[in-house]
């Protein structure tokens, strides 16, 4: 009789992270897979279904106006119990720090399946930051079976909290799968895109062009204002140079950029991208400055440094290897470190030439081939 597999997730990140896994799952004849979203974010993961021509099995389609972490939690723990009953999987897999991935976790240990945490391991130590990632990563290595680990830090955290060593696998990270095949299928002659049509009529591709992007709640209010006063000052002093900020929808950062940037003539504001465009603009781009944890992993295998504007990540292997700098939001530091990656080469190719510590794209078949030795 074939394992079962259910793989779930719930937010465009994981969704991304996860394609490769499912696809290669519905390909490999020893185990029956199938795929549960909760849509915790419900119009960006439909964008990356699409892409990665995904169809899921179940869909909870939590995401409700005003939600907040309470109702969310409890929401996808009852949302799984009908779910977990009618499939009956032997192994359950999430991913990363969402609510979905440790609310998942709880519910697969209450069906008896076994837990497989795909991007085990990443720790900054401090629960409240970022919130509520750090405790959710926490609470579901501490639930999962199994863990596969992006990196051997990932790996050295997890044995720290007495995770046995025989259950954890160190894989690299699956983004790097997902952007590979993502690029590749972008850069195709026959692909076509609305987004990206958009973006090469905005942009001048021969100018040095700045991606960025920002949505952390530990960065709303005053830390955001220093970001965009930043961004500003940057743009100002450089018109050789375009500012691209895909811009989050949420009130608390949509507001505050577009009152202090729209007018500026070299930066060009637009609405959320969907996966595609967004690999593409990031391989268009010359650095990026993003407080995004996924973009720390995929920018370097891309050549792209990338300035973190927070102030500890979950992902140090980046900024040991060098391939990325906490700047946090001082905006005379991200203002500094900017411009001597544009004015300095070999500064700028110290970053943008580091290998990528996240792994080299076969990170998917690694967690297969573990799950058969099983």
Known sequence: MKKKNLIVFGTRPEAIKMAPLVLQFLNTSEFETKVCVTAQHREMLDQVL???????????????????????????????????????????????????????GIAGFYSGAKVCHIEAGLRTFDRQYPFPEEFNRQLTGKIADYHFAPTNLSKENLLAENTSEKNILVTGNTVIDALLYGIDKVNAK???????????????????????????????????????????????????????????????????????????????????LAYPAFIWLMEKSYLIITDSGGIQEEAPSLGKPVLVTRTTTERPEAVEEGTVL?????????????????????????????????????????????????
């Open 50 to 104: 699409v892409f990665f021509d995904i169809t899921p099995d179940y869909d909870l389609d939590v995401m409700k106006p005003n939600q907040n972490l309470y109702s969310l939690t409890a929401t996808i723990i009852e949302g799984m119990k009908p779910v977990l009953e009618d499939f009956n999987p032997d192994y359950v897999y999430v991913h990363g720090d969402t609510t979905t991935s440790m609310a998942v």
């Open 190 to 272: 026959n692909f076509k895109d609305t987004e990206i049509e958009m973006l090469k009529e905005k942009l001048d591709l021969d100018r040095k062009i700045i991606l960025v992007t920002g949505h952390r709640r530990e960065n709303h209010g005053e830390g955001l204002l220093n970001i965009c006063k930043a961004l500003k000052e940057i743009a100002l002093a450089n018109k050789d140079v375009q500012i691209i900020y895909p811009v989050h929808l949420n009130p608390n950062v949509k507001g505050p950029v577009h009152e202090l940037l729209a007018g500026v003539d070299n930066i060009i504001l637009v609405q959320p």
């Open 326 to 374: 906490l700047v946090g939001t001082d905006s005379d530091k991200i203002t500094s470190e900017t411009h001597k990656l544009l004015n300095d080469k070999a500064y700028y190719n110290g970053m943008s030439l580091r290998h990528n510590p996240y792994g080299d794209g076969k990170s998917t078949q690694k967690i297969i081939s573990f799950i058969k030795e099983l």
